[in-house]
């Protein structure tokens, strides 16, 4: 099993940059793909961006791509997202999951999940 816990999220200006970050517990975080998800207001959960094990492999959103990288530190059990040219329809509470098998995009895959962190971009 794996816990998480995100942190940097905040009020930021359109156009500005934050960086999340996701601690994960647990000594065999090397051995997971992990993911972060965002969820608006009266909307679904979406995926965002997702990287594997090794930090070899991303896979973004369209709605992001090009704007937000997501790295990872094995040594320090840590995964970021990086967020740049925020926008305010990136206005979301953001979460960090994680998955023992290859990169997806679909929530339901991901058994172990943070308690999220809230991003506001003012316009």
């Known amino acids: 099993q794996v816990q998480l816990a995100e942190s940097g999220g905040g009020l930021v200006q359109a156009g500005g940059s934050l960086r999340l970050s996701c601690a994960a517990s647990?000594?065999?975080?090397?051995?997971?793909?992990m993911g972060w998800f965002r969820q608006a207001p009266g909307k679904e959960r979406e995926f965002v961006a997702g990287?594997?094990?090794?930090?070899?492999?991303?896979y973004y959103s369209a709605s992001v791509k090009g704007r937000f990288t997501i790295s990872r530190d094995n040594a320090k059990n840590t995964v970021y997202l990086q967020m740049n040219s925020l926008k305010a329809e990136d206005t979301a509470v953001y979460y960090c999951a994680a998955r023992t098998a290859s990169i997806v995009a679909i929530k339901s895959l991901y058994p172990y999940w943070g308690q999220g962190t809230q991003v506001t971009v003012s316009s």
């Open positions: 990287i594997s094990w090794s930090g070899g492999s991303t």
């Open positions: 647990g000594r065999t975080f090397s051995s997971y793909t």
